[in-house]
């Protein structure tokens, strides 16, 4: 807990005391002046000075308490409890601020982490994998003499009842499923494989439904078995298929896709992983007011995401049938752990001196001022007068101190082999191919 003592001259309180006489006397009606023109003097005998003192305040204390903590770098993250303590009446006017601020802790161990990512490597395997994609999106189906196996197609007539009445949407005729596919019920699964065309297969299954406590009788007839059939993998298919004039084309692009693609995956998880290894380093307990203050912030990005998307927030929760009760719960269960993250890193920018140069800096406001298509100066200015400069270079500060602790981390794979940092860089150019369905 913080207490800020602030002291405002008389002089420099007299342009907001002067609003208030204003504001004051467009509500009051005296005979004579019409509202908004009673003088201030005649206000002041009328009510006395503590009435307009006491709206001036009202309204300003909260940009005074805002300068002070600008000035002195508090790191509020709470509402402060204020005490006016002199002034009321007259002259200059103070005030106390208490208020809980950030912890400061210390950490150990920040500079040897190790953490296990999945490989950014692109095996034969992956690329083979997303080309028999691309393949069962053309393929076709052959009628099988053979009991059906999983992947297979097969035409049923299926029929299933309760107590004898059909359950709506478990009955029909010449229905194309998937051996495999776990499709309303496990059984059917179990029933149809290895089933033949010609078989009739009867067999009960618990309801799906979680709020049906019974028991489906299904009858199945099989009707035939239609095997998948992948079209060869040729140059004829990679025209076909792609923008691609050969099957080398196409698979060289599905590398480089791939390649894309994991890199990206394993650089987040990188971050995940060393943010889950620096909460564990922070032991000591947080308060409510910290882990609070964390729950706003997910909450402010979050809604400023949707709003992006044209959604508010409130919209969002009737859309998800979620109660702004069981939105707060949700961000509490993030919460601590994003807070001790957050915390760890702020130790470390203690401990390992990082800082943010004025370069920098810039360099970060001019790209916060082409995100809202305004100039960098007025971009600053506005920063500057809401006190939330420091704000942004505190944020910087903390980024870096994420981007300290991965270089001198420890990043392997599931083998345990240690990973080419150069592998975790994204990429700078994009693709414009729609080869394949991402």
Do not use: C
Request: charged residues 35%; proline residues 4%.
């Amino acid at each position: 807990m913080v207490k800020l003592s602030v002291t405002i001259d008389e002089a420099e309180f007299e342009p907001q005391l002067d609003e208030a006489y204003k504001r004051i006397s467009k509500e009051v009606r005296m005979p004579g002046f019409r509202p908004g023109k009673v003088p201030r003097k005649l206000l002041e005998q009328q009510f006395g000075p503590e009435m307009a003192r006491e709206e001036a305040m009202r309204i300003a204390l909260p940009d005074y308490y805002s300068q002070a903590v600008d000035e002195t770098e508090v790191d509020v993250i709470a509402s402060p409890e204020i005490e006016i303590t002199d002034g009321q009446a007259s002259g200059p006017i103070t005030f106390e601020a208490v208020v809980e601020v950030r912890p400061v802790v210390t950490i150990a161990g920040h500079g040897g982490l190790r953490v296990e990512v999945v490989s950014p490597l692109v095996t034969d395997e992956d690329v083979q994998e997303r080309l028999d994609s691309i393949r069962r999106q053309h393929s076709t189906l052959e009628t099988v003499e053979r009991a059906a196996a999983e992947s297979d197609h097969v035409t049923i007539d299926i029929e299933g009842t309760i107590d004898g009445e059909p359950v709506p949407g478990l009955t029909a005729e010449d229905y194309d499923y998937v051996v495999g596919s776990g499709a309303v019920v496990k059984e059917i699964d179990e029933n149809v494989e290895g089933a033949s065309a010609g078989d009739e297969l009867t067999f009960s299954a618990d309801h799906p439904s979680e709020d049906e406590d019974s028991q489906i009788d299904f009858v199945i007839k099989v009707k035939d078995v239609n095997e998948q059939v992948l079209p060869e993998p040729t140059d004829e298919f990679a025209q076909e298929a792609s923008e691609f004039e050969t099957i080398a084309e196409l698979k060289a692009d599905l590398t480089d896709r791939l390649a894309d693609s994991k890199k990206a995956q394993a650089a987040m998880q990188v971050e995940e992983k060393i943010g889950e290894s620096l909460a564990q380093l922070i032991t000591d307990d947080l308060s409510d007011a910290v882990i609070e203050n964390e729950m706003d912030n997910r909450a402010q990005e979050m809604a400023m995401r949707l709003q992006a998307q044209g959604i508010g927030l409130e919209q969002y929760l009737q859309i998800t049938g979620t109660t702004p009760e069981m939105f707060r719960e949700q961000l509490r269960e993030q919460a601590e752990v994003s807070a001790r993250v957050d915390l760890a890193l702020r130790a470390v920018i203690v401990a390992e001196s990082v800082e943010v140069s004025d370069e920098d800096l810039d360099h970060e406001l001019l790209h916060l001022a082409a995100q809202v298509d305004q100039p960098l100066a007025d971009v600053k200015e506005q920063l500057e007068q809401s006190g939330r400069l420091q704000a942004v270079r505190s944020d910087m500060r903390v980024r870096a101190a994420l981007d300290w602790v991965i270089e001198r981390a420890e990043i392997v794979d599931e083998d345990g082999n240690s990973i080419d940092r150069e592998l975790l860089k994204q990429p700078e150019h994009d693709h414009d191919h729609g080869s394949e369905e991402e």
